[in-house]
């Protein structure tokens, strides 16, 4: 998260993607940074033990979300991806 806010203020667009477990984690760092709305993409937790096919179908149902906040479209908050595990 911390990252993520970091690269913007330097007019960078950036989007964060985080897994369920670490949704209060992103979301204090994003209230600690004064950016308590800050946008960023939730997918299903583990990611490590993924095969490449796996992740790759991860990726792909968050990319609508990743593209939002890009474009500066996205609501505020978590933006989960429909059908993550």
């Given amino acids: 998260?911390?990252?993520g806010i970091n690269i913007e203020r330097r007019n960078v667009p950036a989007a964060v993607i985080c897994t369920?477990?670490?949704i209060?984690?992103?979301k204090a760092m994003?209230?600690?940074c004064?950016?308590?709305n800050y946008p960023f993409v939730v997918v299903g937790h583990p990611i490590g033990s993924?095969?490449?096919a796996e992740l790759q179908e991860r990726a792909a149902l968050a990319l609508p979300?990743?593209?939002a906040i890009l474009e500066g479209t996205a609501s505020a908050?978590?933006?989960g991806s429909k059908g993550v595990r």
Avoid: E, S, V, Y
């Fill in 50 to 52: 993924l095969t490449p």
């Fill in 24 to 26: 209060p984690t992103a």
């Fill in 34 to 36: 004064n950016l308590p």
């Fill in 65 to 67: 979300q990743i593209i």
């Fill in 1 to 3: 998260m911390r990252d």
């Fill in 77 to 79: 908050g978590p933006q």
């Fill in 30 to 32: 994003a209230k600690i």
């Fill in 20 to 22: 369920r477990p670490f």
